[in-house]
Each structure stands twice: as C-alpha cells, then as structure tokens.
C-alpha cells in the first residue's frame, strides 16, 4: 500500500531501522498474537485511532480496512460505539474523516 502520508515517508527514509522495527512488532501484534479475524482488529484499529484523535492512523487504517473488505456501513458502526464512551464530537471528526472531509 502506498504511504497515505508524506511524513512516513520520510520516516521511513531517515530511520529505516526504527521504521522495520516497527512494522515488525505490528505484524506480529496484528497477524499471529490472537485470535481475532482480519477485519474484526482493523475495526478496533479504527475505533482505537478514532477514540485517540489520531486522524493519519485513522486515515490509514480505514484504507487499509476497506482493503481487507470491512464495509462503509461496519465501519459506521465501529465509529458510532464512540458516542456513548468517547461523545458526540469525537464521533462527527472520525465519521467526517471516514467520509474523505
């Protein structure tokens, strides 16, 4: 997949073994550290980056859901369990980020 984000880039250009690190410990946390099924962990991605307010994880983690094919109405739904935890205005930035505003 191609960087979302001009700034990994040229993170991964000016430490790219801090970069490999990285992408290592999430393989192994993301693929082969538990049960959950592909789509069922990039949801909680999403609701954790979400939650956070860390738009460029949630952005790269939505193109990276809909890759695996977690749908627009599973992601809605991830992002509507914020209102009652995280509120309302949590909620509208990450639904308007996953709507590409």
């Excluded at 094919?69 to 369990?81: F, K, N, R």
Aim: glycine residues 6%.
């Amino acid at each position: 997949m191609k960087d979302l984000h001009p700034i990994f880039s040229q993170l991964k250009n000016e430490f790219p073994k801090v970069y490999e690190k990285h992408m290592q410990l999430g393989r192994e946390i993301h693929m082969e550290s538990g049960p959950l099924d592909e789509k069922t962990r990039w949801l909680i991605k999403i609701a954790i980056s979400a939650a956070t307010g860390h738009t460029r994880a949630l952005e790269t983690h939505l193109a990276k859901a809909q890759a695996a094919g977690v749908t627009d109405e599973q992601i809605s739904h991830a992002l509507l369990l914020l209102v009652p935890s995280c509120g309302f205005p949590a909620f509208m930035e990450a639904y308007s980020t996953s709507k590409g505003e």
